[in-house]
């Protein structure tokens, strides 16, 4: 999972929502938090949470 800083523009739904998987960095803008961006199994309903509430379509979702 990653986030495009190009693309982010710190509404922070992502973080509100799933806070386990998504955090603000010092500017407001989205940071994925889990390890190396690998979603572990348990955090995955919480991520696609997160990557659907995006308005900027800035999160995108790897394998
Ligand atoms: S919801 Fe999208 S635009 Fe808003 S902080 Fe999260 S990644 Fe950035």
Redesign the pocket.
């Known amino acids: 999972m990653t986030?495009d800083a190009a693309?982010?523009?710190?509404?922070?739904?992502?973080?509100a929502l799933a806070p386990e998987v998504?955090a603000?960095d010092d500017f407001?803008?989205?940071e994925v938090v889990v390890d190396r961006g690998e979603v572990p199994l348990e955090l995955q309903d919480s991520a696609r949470v997160?990557f659907e509430?995006?308005?900027?379509?800035?999160?995108a979702i790897t394998d």
């Open positions: 986030v693309l982010c523009t710190g509404h922070g739904r992502c973080y998504f603000a407001g803008h989205c997160g509430s995006c308005p900027e379509h800035a999160i």
